[in-house]
């Protein structure tokens, strides 16, 4: 397995700097089909883009189009998938609706040639995603997942200190989402919030873990698990441990990294220093008076806080995706990388219901094409 993953992609350089200036208009139009808790959002970040002549809220549920319509007078609103499939004017579609639908809306956008952002995770299996990929390469449209961390000022931090090597050689890598809600109707809480942690850290490793293991349990629906622990073994002795839960008394979005060198803290809930590196680490000498003993050292070095400049990471991804459209380029966070997620989760609910075991993650045929 091992196959590197291509971390950042030089058509996300534009990224950093900001493309769209106020007024200047890129594509036709973009609809954002599911006005729930998120899509909302993806409305607010294209209509202060101005990257578009028309921005579409597409949703079934009038009410949700009537806030949307109170919100952004300016938008129109539409509650037909299909109407927006007819409508040629629409270049381009966000599809922010339950996990179980994002497989049949994305595939009847793409078929009608429009290009596709499909929140996370892409689908709920690597055979859809492969076929959401194959599709988008046979109509020539951009194929995108909303992984919205590897978007976020404090996630690009930690990738480059990691490629820098500042923290040496990457030992664990520890995180935590938990928080009491939002429950989801059609996945569990791994599909849910550890595809942000997997998608993290597999941006991190530039790689996939060999094997997967999840423990979970679930407490107010059968089989919907809403407490569970996964385990991401890699290659080179490294393992991941990503622990979510929608019944935490606390909002928890704390990541650590331990390496050999240094130590790092990523606390999301921080408003102001969201990253510290502990210059702290463990050395071991053999204790030479008894043979087969050791000694440890441990250092308490200095705690460093990096500046980092921050803007809304959907608005960088909603930025990014609008690029890639118009000119025709392939997203930091494409298919692929949207695929590699669903097999770690695919990987991690095999686990789940066979007890806990470790499950191999199949590679997916896609990484070959
Ligand atoms: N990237 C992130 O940080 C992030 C954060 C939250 C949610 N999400 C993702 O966004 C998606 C939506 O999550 P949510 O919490 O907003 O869900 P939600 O249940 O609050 O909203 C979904 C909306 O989709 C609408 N819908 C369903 N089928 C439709 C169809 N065929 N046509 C038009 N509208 C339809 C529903 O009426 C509902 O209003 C999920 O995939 C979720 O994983 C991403």
Same mark, same amino acid.
């Given at each position: 397995?091992?196959?590197?993953?291509?971390?950042?992609? =030089?058509?996300? #350089?534009?990224?950093?700097?900001? @493309?769209?200036?106020?007024?200047?208009?890129?594509?036709?139009?973009?609809?954002?089909?599911?006005?729930?808790? *998120?899509?909302?959002? *993806?409305?607010?970040?294209?209509?202060?883009?101005?990257?578009?002549?028309?921005?579409?809220?597409?949703?079934?549920?009038?009410?949700?189009? /009537?806030?949307?319509? %109170?919100?952004?007078?300016?938008?129109?609103?539409?509650?037909?998938?299909?109407?927006?499939?007819?409508?040629?004017?629409?270049?381009?579609?966000?599809?922010?609706?339950?996990?179980?639908?994002?497989?049949?809306?994305?595939?009847?956008?793409?078929?009608?040639?429009? #290009?596709? @952002?499909?929140?996370? &995770?892409? /689908?709920?299996?690597?055979?859809?995603?492969?076929?959401? @990929?194959?599709?988008?390469?046979?109509?020539?449209?951009?194929?995108?997942?909303?992984?919205?961390?590897?978007?976020?000022?404090?996630?690009?931090?930690?990738?480059?200190?990691?490629?820098?090597?500042?923290?040496?050689?990457?030992?664990?890598?520890?995180?935590? +989402?938990?928080?009491?809600?939002?429950?989801?109707?059609?996945?569990?809480?791994? *599909?849910?919030?550890?595809?942000?942690?997997?998608?993290?850290?597999?941006?991190?490793?530039?790689?996939? &873990?060999?094997?997967?293991?999840?423990? %979970?349990?679930?407490?107010?629906?059968?089989?919907?698990?809403?407490?569970?622990? @996964?385990?991401?073994?890699? =290659?080179?002795?490294?393992?991941?441990?990503?622990?979510?839960? *929608?019944?935490? &008394?606390?909002?928890?979005?704390?990541?650590?990294?331990?390496?050999?060198?240094?130590?790092?803290?990523?606390?999301?809930?921080?408003?102001?220093?969201?990253?510290?590196?502990?210059?702290?680490?463990?050395?071991?000498?053999?204790?030479?008076?008894?043979?087969?003993?050791?000694?440890?050292?441990?250092?308490?070095?200095?705690?460093?806080? &990096?500046?980092?400049?921050?803007?809304?990471?959907?608005?960088?991804?909603?930025?990014?995706?609008?690029?890639?459209?118009?000119?025709?380029?392939?997203?930091?966070?494409?298919?692929?990388?949207?695929? +590699?997620?669903?097999?770690?989760?695919?990987?991690?609910?095999?686990?789940?219901?066979?007890?806990?075991?470790?499950?191999?993650?199949?590679? #997916?045929?896609?990484?070959?094409?």
């Amino acid at each position: 397995m091992n196959q590197n993953l291509s971390i950042e992609s =030089s058509s996300n #350089s534009h990224m950093r700097n900001g @493309l769209f200036r106020d007024g200047q208009t890129t594509l036709n139009g973009i609809a954002v089909i599911g006005l729930g808790y *998120w899509g909302p959002n *993806w409305i607010r970040n294209l209509s202060q883009l101005h990257c578009c002549n028309r921005v579409i809220a597409c949703d079934l549920d009038a009410e949700r189009r /009537a806030r949307i319509s %109170g919100l952004f007078p300016a938008i129109d609103t539409s509650s037909s998938l299909g109407e927006v499939i007819e409508d040629s004017s629409i270049d381009a579609a966000v599809v922010a609706t339950p996990v179980s639908t994002h497989y049949p809306i994305a595939r009847r956008l793409l078929e009608a040639g429009k #290009s596709v @952002l499909v929140e996370k &995770p892409l /689908a709920m299996s690597r055979t859809q995603g492969e076929e959401l @990929l194959k599709l988008s390469r046979a109509q020539g449209q951009v194929l995108m997942v909303g992984h919205t961390f590897e978007y976020s000022a404090p996630v690009l931090k930690l990738s480059e200190l990691i490629s820098q090597g500042e923290l040496g050689e990457i030992f664990y890598i520890s995180s935590v +989402r938990a928080n009491l809600g939002l429950f989801q109707h059609d996945v569990n809480v791994a *599909w849910d919030l550890a595809t942000h942690d997997i998608s993290i850290i597999l941006m991190l490793m530039g790689r996939m &873990p060999d094997a997967v293991s999840c423990q %979970g349990r679930s407490h107010y629906r059968s089989e919907v698990e809403d407490v569970a622990m @996964l385990e991401l073994h890699f =290659s080179g002795n490294v393992i991941a441990f990503v622990h979510v839960s *929608w019944l935490d &008394p606390n909002k928890i979005r704390r990541t650590t990294i331990v390496g050999s060198r240094k130590m790092l803290v990523y606390d999301d809930t921080d408003p102001q220093e969201k990253i510290r590196i502990y210059d702290k680490g463990v050395s071991i000498q053999r204790y030479y008076d008894t043979y087969g003993d050791f000694q440890f050292a441990y250092r308490y070095g200095d705690v460093r806080i &990096p500046r980092i400049e921050e803007t809304e990471p959907l608005r960088r991804e909603c930025e990014h995706f609008v690029h890639c459209v118009t000119t025709s380029s392939t997203p930091k966070t494409d298919g692929l990388s949207g695929i +590699r997620v669903v097999s770690v989760l695919e990987a991690a609910s095999q686990s789940l219901r066979s007890g806990g075991g470790l499950v191999p993650v199949i590679k #997916s045929e896609a990484e070959s094409i």
